[in-house]
């Protein structure tokens, strides 16, 4: 398993616990674990590019 792969597997599951836990409503529950999911892989994706460039 590649680190991306890791950092997707987390975030899936990270993101469900999220939005069962912080949304009352099975629609909000969705969506917020949507942006969750989003927020986590975007910044897994940013880091490592600044890891990346500080690297150089």
Same mark, same amino acid.
């Given at each position: 398993?590649?680190?991306? =792969? =890791?950092? &997707? %597997?987390? =975030? !899936?599951?990270?993101?469900?616990?999220?939005? @069962?836990?912080?949304?009352?409503?099975?629609?909000?529950? @969705?969506?917020?674990?949507?942006?969750?999911? &989003? %927020? !986590? &892989? =975007?910044?897994? @994706?940013?880091?490592?590019? &600044?890891?990346? %460039?500080?690297?150089?």
């Amino acid at each position: 398993m590649t680190h991306f =792969a =890791a950092v &997707v %597997l987390f =975030a !899936f599951f990270a993101s469900i616990v999220f939005g @069962i836990t912080q949304r009352e409503k099975p629609r909000d529950m @969705i969506r917020y674990g949507i942006y969750c999911f &989003v %927020l !986590f &892989v =975007a910044s897994a @994706i940013v880091l490592s590019w &600044v890891m990346f %460039l500080i690297a150089r």
